[in-house]
């Protein structure tokens, strides 16, 4: 994870290219301890999440998951949830610049940013049904708020991949740009925000999670709890 300060913006670049950016829990904290650290430093004021190579992030690092799931690796899981906390909570805009492909976590994520651009080559999907598991990261809740219940309920059941134009055209994303073009484009979003009053900036931000409430928690839990049962039962789904 590279972490670099462009003025008042902090641009946050996931870098894992020989695993197109696949999550594991040395880089699910990485993510997390860059973004508590922006929201405790005054002098960030917008934070931008991207990719190196091309894929934005395809997801958990199913190696890992492997690995952890059979007691084969000592290490623990609790990446993930940090990750989705500071998401949650984050209290300053987050915007992302989705380079290139964003698959399961790489894709949820996205809708816990404020601000979504997407290259015109990258392609977006939740496999979890192909893959026999539950949604994550609060998704069964949020994909519905933001692109609709029937969109949600179709990307969700099918599996199916969507490009950056489908992304716009559905309001998970607010515009698309050539790979080439986007990094540019998000950072000048971003310091046209920087620009603004912080104070009134983050009041919104505050706001407009309060008005959320508490949906993506609830709806976490639930899908944890599926996630318990899916892998309690221990049955070929």
Same mark, same amino acid.
């Given at each position: 994870?590279?972490?670099?300060?462009?003025?008042?913006?902090?641009?946050?670049?996931?870098?894992?290219p020989?695993?197109?950016?696949?999550?594991?829990?040395?880089?699910?904290?990485?993510?997390?301890?860059? %973004?508590?650290?922006?929201?405790?430093?005054?002098?960030?004021?917008?934070?931008?999440?991207?990719?190196?190579?091309?894929?934005?992030?395809?997801?958990?690092?199913?190696?890992?998951?492997?690995? /952890?799931?059979?007691?084969?690796?000592?290490?623990?899981?609790?990446?993930?949830?940090?990750?989705?906390?500071?998401?949650?909570?984050?209290?300053?805009?987050?915007?992302?610049?989705?380079?290139?492909?964003?698959?399961? !976590?790489?894709?949820?994520?996205?809708?816990?940013?404020? !601000?979504?651009?997407? =290259?015109?080559?990258?392609? *977006?999907?939740?496999?979890?049904?192909? *893959?026999?598991?539950?949604p994550? =990261?609060?998704?069964?809740? /949020?994909?519905?708020?933001?692109?609709?219940?029937?969109?949600?309920a179709?990307?969700?059941?099918?599996?199916?991949? !969507?490009?950056?134009?489908?992304?716009? =055209?559905?309001?998970?994303?607010? @515009?698309?740009?050539?790979?080439?073009?986007?990094?540019a484009?998000?950072?000048?979003?971003?310091?046209? !925000?920087?620009?603004?009053?912080?104070? $009134?900036?983050?009041?919104?931000?505050?706001?407009? %999670?309060?008005? @959320?409430?508490?949906r993506?928690?609830?709806?976490?839990?639930?899908?944890?709890? =599926?996630? $318990?049962?899916?892998?309690?039962?221990?049955?070929?789904?």
């Open positions: 994870m590279e972490v670099v300060d462009l003025g008042h913006v902090r641009l946050c670049t996931m870098q894992r020989e695993r197109r950016n696949a999550f594991d829990q040395e880089h699910y904290h990485a993510l997390a301890a860059a %973004l508590a650290g922006a929201a405790d430093d005054d002098t960030v004021r917008v934070v931008v999440v991207t990719g190196t190579g091309t894929a934005f992030s395809a997801g958990q690092d199913l190696k890992e998951m492997a690995a /952890l799931a059979d007691g084969s690796s000592e290490g623990t899981n609790d990446g993930f949830p940090r990750l989705l906390d500071q998401l949650d909570t984050f209290p300053k805009p987050l915007l992302a610049a989705v380079n290139g492909d964003a698959v399961g !976590i790489g894709m949820t994520m996205l809708l816990h940013c404020d !601000i979504v651009l997407v =290259a015109a080559e990258a392609r *977006l999907r939740v496999p979890f049904s192909e *893959l026999g598991v539950p994550e =990261a609060g998704s069964s809740a /949020l994909l519905p708020d933001v692109v609709g219940w029937q969109q949600a179709e990307l969700l059941f099918t599996s199916r991949w !969507i490009d950056g134009a489908e992304a716009v =055209a559905m309001g998970l994303a607010l @515009r698309v740009h050539p790979r080439e073009a986007l990094l484009e998000s950072l000048g979003l971003a310091t046209q !925000i920087a620009e603004q009053s912080s104070w $009134a900036v983050q009041t919104a931000k505050r706001l407009m %999670l309060a008005g @959320r409430g508490d993506s928690r609830a709806a976490r839990r639930g899908e944890d709890a =599926a996630f $318990a049962t899916l892998f309690g039962r221990n049955t070929d789904v």
